[in-house]
């Protein structure tokens, strides 16, 4: 769980956590944060890392190489600012774990329909249909929400050279295994009202940033490609 400033949402999350066994599991990845939200880990025993580089994908792969060196075959990258459900872990993890996937990928999709309680406000749904669409003529890949909330082998992780490091890297995760020929899932999943200001889905500015990132991605890898890791 990459973690910045999300003192609000930690209490509730950390508690969720230890009840369903899973904070001992879990590692927290801070990214330089000043409301106070180490401190908060810490003193619930979680499992707090460091990473001082700015930036989404900086964390997420700080704790998935963590999780490789501590024998993890699989690891969920989930949000710290209680939009996800820890109780759906083992729901994205299973298949990857039982051998039926390579990546699961969470859908919000009654969030980003708007048709949920805790439904998504319009800009980043807008940001959402946006993102559909160049999928679909680009890559010819059909989803109803590219959800940060997924599971995903740790040896896939490690063959995609993960490049981008702010708003496209849950898009180039799935766009990049998609192009290897990884087995591709996905999970419905609840979206719920997170504590405190979202920094990237909070503001229109925010969602502009994420959707010209995400762009340059897409038209990066599907003009030119990549070379993935033995």
Not at 75 to 83: H, K, L, R, S
Request: hydrophobic residues 45%.
């Amino acid at each position: 769980m990459p973690v910045l400033d999300e003192a609000a949402a930690l209490p509730a999350l950390l508690a969720e956590l230890r009840d369903l066994d899973l904070l001992d599991r879990a590692l927290f990845v801070d990214n330089g944060s000043t409301d106070g939200s180490p401190d908060l880990i810490a003193a619930a025993g979680g499992t707090l890392l460091r990473e001082a580089r700015r930036g989404y994908g900086y964390p997420c792969l700080r704790g998935a190489r963590e999780a490789a060196a501590r024998g993890a075959h699989a690891v969920v990258f989930m949000e710290a600012d209680g939009t996800d459900d820890p109780a759906q872990v083992r729901h994205l993890v299973g298949p990857v774990l039982a051998g039926a996937a390579d990546l699961v990928v969470g859908s919000r999709r009654a969030a980003v329909r708007g048709v949920a309680a805790g439904r998504m406000p319009l800009h980043q749904r807008l940001g959402n249909d946006w993102l559909g669409l160049n999928l679909i003529v680009f890559f010819g890949l059909r989803l109803s929400d590219d959800g940060p909330f997924r599971a995903v082998r740790l040896n896939l992780l490690e063959r995609l050279r993960l490049e981008e490091r702010a708003y496209a890297f849950p898009t180039e995760m799935l766009v990049k295994a998609r192009l290897v020929g990884a087995r591709l899932a996905f999970r419905d999943t609840r979206y719920r009202p997170r504590a405190g200001r979202s920094k990237i889905a909070g503001t229109w500015r925010g969602t502009l940033g994420a959707v010209r990132d995400i762009f340059w991605c897409l038209l990066r890898l599907r003009l030119l490609g990549f070379r993935p890791a033995p």
